[in-house]
């Protein structure tokens, strides 16, 4: 039925056929839902049809994100018409469509919105309040959602309870702001809105403690594998050091063997059709001079954040003009990968002609950890170039560290293993001592077991900090002239290295580009294998020099 064929209903008084009709268009489309029955009438088909189909299409997946820019809506549909759509039954083929049956009538699902803070979120709220007592279309085409008399039912700031045929502890919508408690509820769809906003862009303990809530936030579903968490969001600052940025890197979506979804999927849109920005997404709110000047207003970063989505190097990084050379690796003659290609044209190297060092920035891990074990492989060819082969992080134990490290050995037999000596960190040399000491199999990997040969020895160079100079400061001083006169060459899988990079000194953690750091001050120009084999050995015996204790104090006590 187009709509012609809707008026000619309407005028010849078939009011129950024309309900029919515009109830089923309603929920078999958000996006009609949202315009016409809501009557958000702003929105427009070329920018938030895709948007309402994705959410409808995906619906079997239970993790998805949507990040949109500024203004452009997206709340107004994932935070205000979805619930409503999803209680008056969107979603659900008409065919299987029973109010009457307790165990698949819509109206039983409970909704928690939670934005930045509790007054953010029961905003929401004032929408549907509105919805439900003055709203004569969605009355009319659903009056099962409809309570009674709205004065009988519980309709506070933060939460409000619709017709329903199963009780919950829990109302219909609820909504909660991430700097409040929300244990001892459970909900079949959670909705972040915009959870994050300027004050955690300019103050990193918040933006932390946003995520750390966020990790936490699956305990409010009712059932882990049915439940729905949805994402409406804009981005505030590069690489992970916002909250959408930290998703996307540590829960990426993927399927189990079994083909059951895990992890986030993403929806991400910026404010541009086209790469070459001069087509706006939604030019009746946002036209191309309205973007120029709202660009001119808040600077690049600010503006790749929150209306492209696409954040670059905030403005004053130190190295985030600089063009990262990179390189590639290829086949030497007998077929084995080991000839590195750099992409800047210049002279190939095989990898065995440089000289190889690994340092690891410790970290003890831990639920609480505010920085991560980092471990940086590079190596120096005798024309001074590096090249970075190898990095890595992760918040875990010294013990998991130490294995990766000697799997690295294994694989790129270091001229010098290295890492930063402060504190309890010390206790690395103990730790590697002592697996040498004990022998045997691996316990991690099984290395030197019946038919494997044993891990490589790895002797640990501790390097303490400079004096007087903090992790910035040093981070600057070993990298800067390297990075400026193009001798460093980045490998695959540095990635996260390369992001810490650009955004220094403004990024979250640095302890990828902390190690790096001490590993450029540390390594050498290869200058011939004899030499290189002889300060090894020389560097091999100093290290079996153990200390009785593995204080600097040498205060008392035996090992």
Not at 125 to 147: A, G, Q, V
Not at 253 to 268: A, L, M, N, Q, W
Not at 311 to 338: A, Q, Y
Not at 382 to 394: G, L, Y
């Amino acid at each position: 039925m187009d709509t012609n064929e809707i008026m000619l209903t309407a005028r010849e008084g078939r009011a129950d056929e024309l309900r029919a009709e515009l109830r089923s268009r309603a929920l078999r489309s958000l996006y009609y839902f949202s315009k016409v029955v809501l009557n958000y009438n702003q929105l427009q088909e070329s920018f938030h049809l895709p948007l309402c189909q994705h959410i409808q299409e995906t619906q079997s997946i239970k993790k998805r994100g949507y990040l949109a820019p500024r203004g452009h809506f997206k709340s107004t549909i994932i935070a205000k018409s979805y619930p409503l759509w999803r209680l008056c039954g969107g979603g659900i083929p008409e065919s299987g469509l029973n109010y009457t049956d307790e165990r698949t009538d819509p109206r039983n699902l409970r909704f928690l919105i939670v934005s930045e803070n509790k007054d953010v979120a029961a905003k929401a709220l004032k929408d549907f309040r509105w919805n439900i007592e003055h709203n004569t279309m969605l009355r009319w085409l659903f009056p099962e959602i409809i309570p009674p008399n709205i004065k009988d039912t519980k309709w506070t700031d933060t939460e409000c309870l619709l017709p329903r045929t199963r009780s919950f502890d829990e109302s219909t919508i609820r909504t909660l702001g991430v700097d409040q408690g929300g244990t001892g509820f459970h909900y079949d769809v959670i909705i972040y809105d915009d959870i994050v906003g300027l004050k955690a862009a300019e103050n990193p303990p918040l933006m932390e403690d946003a995520i750390t809530w966020f990790k936490a936030a699956a305990g409010l579903l009712d059932n882990q594998e049915t439940g729905e968490e949805l994402i409406a969001g804009t981005r505030w600052l590069d690489g992970k050091n916002d909250l959408y940025g930290y998703i996307m890197e540590e829960m990426p979506f993927f399927k189990h063997s079994d083909e059951r979804p895990v992890g986030f999927t993403f929806y991400i849109k910026s404010c541009w059709v086209d790469e070459a920005k001069t087509i706006p997404v939604f030019p009746e709110k946002y036209s191309k001079q309205a973007l120029a000047e709202i660009l001119h207003r808040e600077k690049p970063y600010l503006f790749s954040c929150q209306y492209e989505n696409n954040p670059i190097p905030k403005e004053g990084t130190e190295w985030g003009s600089l063009e990262l050379k990179s390189f590639n690796v290829g086949p030497d003659g007998e077929g084995r990968s080991c000839i590195l290609q750099p992409s800047d044209g210049s002279a190939t190297v095989n990898i065995n002609s440089l000289c190889r060092l690994s340092f690891w920035d410790p970290s003890s891990g831990g639920k609480g950890a505010k920085c991560e074990n980092a471990q940086v492989s590079v190596g120096m060819s005798s024309d001074h170039r590096i090249f970075v082969f190898n990095s890595w992080s992760k918040n875990c134990g010294y013990a998991e560290a130490a294995e990766r490290w000697h799997v690295l050995n294994d694989k790129f037999v270091f001229w010098k293993t290295g890492y930063e000596k402060v504190g309890a960190q010390k206790e690395i040399e103990s730790l590697i001592l002592n697996r040498r000491i004990y022998g045997g199999a691996c316990p991690y990997c099984g290395a030197g077991g019946p038919g494997t040969k044993r891990h490589r020895r790895v002797i640990p160079i501790g390097v303490v900090p400079p004096g007087g100079k903090d992790k910035e400061q040093r981070i600057k001083l070993f990298l800067d002239s390297a990075l400026r006169e193009g001798r460093v060459y980045f490998g695959p899988g540095t990635e996260k290295l390369k992001r810490q990079l650009l955004a220094f000194p403004y990024g979250g953690m640095v302890d990828e580009l902390d190690a790096f750091a001490y590993a450029v001050n540390e390594v050498r120009p290869a200058t011939g294998e004899e030499e290189l084999m002889e300060e090894q050995e020389h560097i091999t015996q100093i290290a079996m020099r153990s200390q009785r204790t593995f204080t600097e104090q040498n205060y008392g006590g035996y090992v």
